[in-house]
């Protein structure tokens, strides 16, 4: 009986979903292989004259292909980029991301939820990319959204799980899988969003600039690993200093 | 001859259906667990976490939790302070009428008791509401028994109009209604609504509301669901404990109050834990093992499950009680109470529902909070 | 007609899928929009570019 991320009605075995960005296309391959990831995130940018070099091609077959909406600053945009993203034919997921924000590259969660909504109508598996904030979960998934991804910290900031509370309320709170996404630096907060339990993590920066890439991606395979089983496992007690009353609060019971 | 009875599941002419998965959620969660089963060191994990599963939750309820009291009572304290601080509202019942049509074999108001009915007129009830408040209470609670034909929705919704001259805070304790018919009691000022289930086992539920409207196990059920559907701001819960499997029920009303939360994020969330207690014509009532101890586990349980929860002490208890758990564990308390029809300004117009343990008027209870430490709030909203 | 933002010449009558093709394009890995509509796949054989026209070839990257 394997423990499987189901997403979409479509089920994983691994829990770490690898963006690709600021790789090579030669290393991308040996990330995926390293790390054990079956989903990759994917940009849509225009394709030029000639044969070019294609990222397909360095993607093992059995791959779970996640284009994402990278670019759109609207709704709209996002709307638009996914039917061509689609129009690839390479799947029904999607990964809406509105950003508007150069500066710390936040998600726009309203526009979020209205692409959201747009595109699981259009019967897109669709995985928003969001901040935190719990009323904004219960809209996107009132809109159909399949998993929810809150950020742990600002995109490629590798300052780790700076949105931690918030992404344990929405453990909490939310029934589909939230998947945490930008801002994780190490394997060991890797291990730490699964240990709360967070359903799989996505990560691009903290292994494409590490030093030996395919070595990175393999910790972080191995953490998101551990920190699933830990959470399956169910954490121990921590032990607290025992605080004396002066009196019992319970003393006065009768009968 | 044995009387054929009605089926309870079975919907009433007038009784509002709606779809809601919440009822069989319940059920089957309190079908599946056994708290003979509960070890110390479930527990003891229970009582380590911020946020409590279903088993956790099960779990405090257990006889395995017994010796855990006091642990339970020192976190339910950090809860309570936390999210109500030193504040302890107060308010009142008022029965309008104790008409009734439902035979509930444990009930002071069954339709078949021979007690003195009554009803209030308008003139009464404003002399009522105008004692009452003259006491300094903001909010007041309005009860009736289950009789559309003596105290129907309009009666119902004249009374609190009247009562929103006096009161800021209005709460209803009637008989289940259609969402419309909330939203109907939630436009003449009423705010909140309680219900209680009396006990989720429905083999027992059958066995003692014989007929009436009361008989209707998942009309009664849903009630909660339809008056915030009908706009009300919020409801209550609450098993008799002692009519059946006290543990099983108080772990149903926890899971309940949860499961409509979830699905209505916005509502205020109350408990409150009636026992059986003696009544006019059935002096041989037991309240069936639900001490003061047990009463104390579920109530620290109910804090535990929902830290945010207003829960209400009545004067059904005495008065020692009462006031060791305000401020540790309770978060509203009543006062200067009747439980008869009317009673704070003319002689009681009907007999009551109950016996009171604990009479003391609104100023003794007043002083007894700030003797405790403690903050008495008379009123959490204004009404604009 | 207009590419991606850039002017280049067409052949007359020339289909969708002939001109990627010519074009060294890897039609299975592209979405093609046409004056700001998507064209489906199934129809690269049976639309006609003209001069007018403005296309927006997109692919896979890396990214996210």
Redesign the interface.
């Given at each position: 009986m394997a423990d499987q991320l189901i997403i979409g009605g479509h089920r994983f075995t691994s829990r770490f979903i690898l963006g690709s960005g600021k790789f090579s296309l030669e290393i991308v391959e040996a990330v995926v292989e390293n790390g054990g990831a079956e989903m990759v995130t994917l940009a849509l940018r225009r394709a030029n004259l000639g044969g070019e070099e294609n990222i397909l091609d360095y993607i093992p077959k059995q791959i779970t292909l996640l284009p994402n909406t990278s670019g759109a600053r609207t709704a709209e945009e996002a709307v638009k980029i996914a039917r061509l993203a689609r129009e690839i034919n390479c799947g029904n997921f999607i990964k809406v991301e509105v950003i508007r924000d150069s500066k710390y590259l936040f998600p726009d969660n309203y526009e979020t939820i209205k692409a959201t909504e747009i595109l699981a109508g259009e019967g897109f598996i669709v995985m928003p990319y969001m901040y935190p904030d719990l009323n904004v979960a219960r809209d996107l998934v009132s809109a159909g959204a399949a998993a929810v991804m809150p950020l742990a910290s600002p995109i490629g900031s590798n300052k780790g799980l700076s949105t931690r509370d918030f992404i344990e309320i929405l453990v909490n709170e939310i029934t589909v899988p939230i998947i945490v996404d930008a801002g994780i630096g190490r394997p060991s907060q890797a291990c730490e969003a699964m240990e709360m339990g967070v359903d799989a993590i996505m990560c691009n920066t903290a292994v494409a600039t590490a030093k030996n890439v395919p070595l990175m991606a393999r910790a972080f395979g191995q953490a998101i690993e551990s920190g699933r089983n830990a959470y399956l496992a169910g954490l121990g007690r921590v032990l607290t200093e025992a605080g004396e009353a002066s009196s019992p609060l319970t003393g006065f019971l009768e009968d | 001859m044995a009387k054929k009875r009605t089926n309870p599941m079975a919907y009433q002419p007038g009784m509002e259906m709606i779809a809601s998965d919440i009822r069989d959620k319940v059920l089957k969660t309190v079908d599946n667990f056994d708290h003979f089963k509960v070890s110390s060191q479930d527990v003891?994990?229970a009582l380590?976490k911020d946020?409590l599963s279903a088993e956790d939750y099960g779990a405090l309820l257990s006889p395995a939790a017994t010796p855990y009291?006091?642990e339970m009572?020192?976190k339910a304290?950090i809860e309570t302070r936390k999210h109500f601080g030193n504040s302890i509202a107060l308010f009142t019942p008022l029965y309008i009428a104790n008409y009734c049509e439902n035979n509930c074999v444990y009930c002071g108001f069954n339709c078949q008791n021979k007690i003195r009915r009554g009803k209030l007129t308008m003139t009464e009830m404003a002399e009522e509401l105008q004692t009452i408040a003259k006491t300094g209470l903001k909010e007041i609670l309005i009860l009736t028994g289950e009789s559309r034909f003596h105290s129907g929705v309009e009666y119902i919704g004249a009374a609190i109009k009247l009562a929103t001259r006096y009161f800021s805070t209005i709460g209803i304790e009637i008989y289940p209604l259609n969402t419309d018919e909330y939203a109907y009691l939630k436009k003449c000022g009423a705010d909140f609504v309680s219900v209680y289930q009396e006990t989720y086992n429905l083999s027992k539920y059958e066995q003692v509301h014989l007929s009436g409207s009361k008989r209707v196990f998942p009309y009664r059920f849903d009630a909660q669901e339809r008056a915030l559907i009908g706009g009300m701001r919020g409801v209550s819960f609450g098993a008799l404990l002692g009519l059946d499997d006290f543990r099983k029920d108080a772990f149903a009303t926890g899971l309940h109050a949860a499961f409509i939360l979830?699905k209505y994020?916005h509502a205020e969330i109350g408990f409150s834990t009636p026992r059986l207690r003696p009544f006019i014509n059935n002096v041989d009532n037991n309240p069936n093992d639900v001490?003061?101890?047990q009463l104390?586990q579920v109530m620290l349980a109910y804090r535990l499950l929902m830290p945010f929860a207003g829960i209400t002490i009545s004067t059904r208890e005495?008065a020692?009680?009462r006031d060791?758990v305000i401020g540790?564990v309770a978060t509203k308390i009543s006062a200067g109470v009747s439980v008869g029809v009317g009673g704070h300004e003319e002689e009681e117009k009907g007999d009551q529902q109950f016996e009171i343990s604990d009479p003391r008027s609104v100023s003794e209870v007043h002083q007894m909070i700030l003797k405790r430490g403690l903050q008495p709030v008379y009123s959490d909203y204004i009404r604009v | 007609m207009r590419v991606n933002g850039k002017e280049v010449s067409l052949d007359n009558n020339q289909s969708l899928m002939q001109f990627l093709v010519a074009n060294q394009f890897d039609v299975a890995t592209l979405a093609v929009a046409r004056n700001g509509e998507i064209v489906p796949k199934a129809n690269y054989d049976t639309v006609i570019l003209c001069e007018a026209d403005s296309l927006e070839v997109v692919r896979f990257v890396g990214g996210g």
């Open positions: - | 003891e994990a380590k946020h009291l006091e009572a020192k304290i979830q994020p001490h003061e101890k104390l005495r020692g009680f060791h540790m | -």
